[in-house]
Every structure is written in C-alpha cells, then in structure tokens.
C-alpha cells in the first residue's frame, strides 16, 4: 500500500519568515495530494491540495509543489504568522481498488515565534 | 463546502461497555466513509472505508467485529466501539467525499469524538 514520509516533525520559524515541509510518497498511482491543518483537539482543515497534472499550486501566502518523478511534494508558507501555528499533514491519496483512501503523513508541529 | 457532524464529541464509558458514534453529511450524500483514530500527538490512521449498503473495507490490524461500522444510509454511518477498553481511548474522525461537488477528491472531515474508556 501507500506509505507517505513526511519531514520535519518540528519546526520553529520566527514571524515573517517562510516554512517548508516536505512529504514523500511511494504508490506512483497517487494522483490527489492535500495538505491538512490541524489545531488541538479539532479536525484536519484543508488548506490546499494539488492533482498530479500540476507542478504547483497557490494560495495566497500557501503554495505547494510536486514532482512526480521523485514522489515528492511540499508545502510553502510565507510571512508567517503566529496563527500559522498548529500541526500540518500531508496526504497522498491511491485511486487503487476504486475507493481513493487518503494515507496520511506523520505530520509537522510548526510553532512560529513572535 | 460540504459539512460533517459527528455525535458525540465526547464520550466517557467503562471498561467492557460499548459506545456508538454517528457520521452525518449533512447537505450532501455521501456512498463512501472513512473512518480515522487519531493517538495523541500521532497522524490519522485509517481504520475502515464504510460504503452505504454494504460491507465496510477494513484496514490491516483493525478488528471488525470489535469496531463495527454500518452505512445505512446515505447520510450516516455509524461506528461502534464493542467492549471497550482503556487502550481504546482515542480520538475518532470521520470524513465523507460530496461526489457531486466541485472538488470530488476532497474528503470532509467531522469535529471528531474524544472516547475515553475508563
């Protein structure tokens, strides 16, 4: 099955600076890649997704990238705000045996500093 | 965009009781389910597709006959916990995809449900 790498656990950024995060995926038939905000306690936020017919996405001070050939995506964020605080998940999702499951990474603990 | 509930969002029981816990999609329908456990300070991890009008598809290492899911509905899934116990705590997430929507590969997800076996 799908197995998704995600680095780094932790990450501290000052405010005002960018913060990346990194996801490898192993099933080459994913083709769905959305990045989950989530706060204590409360369920994943979708904050932007990309297909694999994309190279990259934006959103405002978000914007994620993906390269098919290597199996990686990542997730930029810039001028970073103490409200950016929480923990982000990427996922990769299969379109294996019809029911498109998402396999989630292990998530990363992003704290930005005031 | 497309909204899940999930009741309840706490729950509290002894050891060897059974708790149910329900899944709605409230302004769309939904034929595929997902149910997540979530430890604390670790990722979500799938544990059961549950497809309206049959089986649900169940993870490896999941036990279906102490997690049983039921789709009747287009609207709700239930997901209920047998005999629990204390290792069992965990938070519980559902999601649902609106297959009609503008975005057919987005998952909604529910507030989730906190159980807490003593």
């Known amino acids: 099955g799908e197995n998704v790498e995600q680095h780094p656990s932790t990450l501290s950024v000052q405010e005002g600076d960018s913060a990346v995060i990194k996801c490898t995926y192993s099933?080459?038939?994913?083709?769905?890649f959305p990045w989950y905000k989530q706060e204590l306690g409360k369920r994943p936020q979708l904050i932007i997704d990309?297909?694999?017919?994309?190279g990259e996405k934006k959103d405002q001070r978000i914007a994620v990238t993906l390269n098919k050939t290597a199996k990686h995506f990542s997730l930029h964020i810039t001028e970073t705000q103490p409200e950016d605080s929480a923990v982000y998940f990427c996922?990769?999702?299969?379109?294996?045996?019809?029911?498109?499951?998402?396999?989630f990474g292990t998530g990363t603990r992003l704290t930005i500093i005031p | 965009g497309a909204v899940v509930s999930q009741h309840p969002s706490r729950v509290i029981c002894k050891s060897g009781t059974s708790v149910k816990i329900e899944c709605r999609s409230l302004?769309?329908?939904?034929?595929?389910m997902f149910w997540y456990r979530q430890f604390p300070k670790q990722s979500l991890m799938l544990m059961a597709t549950?497809?309206?009008?049959?089986?649900?598809?169940?993870e490896q290492g999941v036990e279906k006959d102490k997690f049983l899911i039921n789709h009747a509905s287009l609207t709700l899934s239930t997901l209920t916990v047998t005999s629990a116990h204390p290792e069992d705590s965990s938070f519980y997430i559902c999601?649902?995809?609106?297959?009609?929507?503008?975005?057919?590969?987005?998952?909604?997800f529910g507030p989730g449900t906190r159980l807490t076996v003593l």
């Open positions: 302004d769309f329908q939904a034929t595929t």
């Open positions: 990309i297909r694999s017919n994309v």
């Open positions: 999601s649902a995809r609106d297959w009609g929507g503008p975005s057919s590969n987005e998952q909604f």
């Open positions: 099933d080459s038939a994913s083709n769905y």
């Open positions: 549950s497809n309206e009008g049959s089986k649900a598809t169940y």
């Open positions: 996922a990769a999702s299969s379109i294996r045996l019809g029911n498109e499951k998402l396999t």
